[in-house]
């Protein structure tokens, strides 16, 4: 038979402080999938010359009505244009969101690397991590990072 642990009582935060992280993170899950976007959006301009929405489509692994509502969506927030061609522009609203996450995205996969986590590992960790991460957390994995040799 084991023997039963004892729990530790719950402490509970204050309601205002709880309440703000709360807010923190729902307005991150808002953001994150522009920020998606517009990252993937700059990055298939810059190696391909352009961004479709099937190119789109088939890196998200969504279908092509999924993109089209969120470029849609992404339109409207003037964050993209579309062009009768089917091309995909982003507007300079839409550079910087993308400048943005891929800068942080950078940040936590090199902390997550000095920590010896595997690349292919702290790449994909990084994709959800980066959208969750405040300004000052991000700044300190980039020290920790910086000194140990990240």
Same mark, same amino acid.
């Given at each position: 038979?084991?023997?039963?642990?004892?729990?530790?009582?719950?402490?509970?935060?204050?309601?205002?402080?709880?309440?703000?992280?709360?807010?923190?993170?729902?307005?991150?899950?808002?953001?994150?999938?522009?920020?998606?976007?517009?990252?993937?959006?700059?990055?298939?301009?810059?190696?391909?010359?352009?961004?479709? @929405?099937?190119?789109?489509?088939?890196?998200?692994?969504?279908?092509?009505?999924?993109?089209?509502?969120?470029?849609?969506?992404l339109?409207?927030?003037?964050?993209?244009?579309?062009? %009768?061609?089917? !091309?995909?522009?982003?507007t300079?609203?839409?550079?910087?969101l993308?400048?943005?996450? !891929?800068? !942080?995205?950078?940040?936590?996969?090199?902390?997550?690397?000095?920590?010896?986590?595997?690349?292919?590992?702290?790449?994909?960790? %990084?994709?959800?991590?980066?959208?969750?991460?405040?300004?000052?957390?991000?700044?300190?994995?980039?020290r920790?990072?910086? @000194?140990?040799?990240?």
């Amino acid at each position: 038979m084991t023997a039963e642990k004892k729990s530790e009582p719950v402490r509970l935060i204050a309601p205002d402080i709880q309440s703000a992280s709360f807010r923190q993170t729902r307005q991150a899950h808002k953001l994150e999938l522009a920020e998606d976007y517009v990252e993937l959006i700059g990055d298939l301009i810059a190696a391909h010359g352009a961004a479709r @929405q099937v190119d789109i489509a088939g890196r998200l692994g969504v279908a092509q009505p999924t993109v089209a509502k969120m470029l849609k969506r992404l339109s409207e927030e003037g964050l993209v244009t579309q062009q %009768a061609n089917r !091309r995909v522009i982003l507007t300079e609203a839409g550079q910087r969101l993308a400048a943005e996450a !891929r800068e !942080r995205h950078r940040a936590v996969e090199a902390f997550l690397l000095s920590l010896g986590v595997s690349a292919e590992t702290a790449r994909r960790d %990084a994709e959800g991590i980066e959208h969750h991460v405040s300004a000052e957390t991000l700044a300190a994995l980039r020290r920790f990072a910086k @000194q140990n040799g990240g």
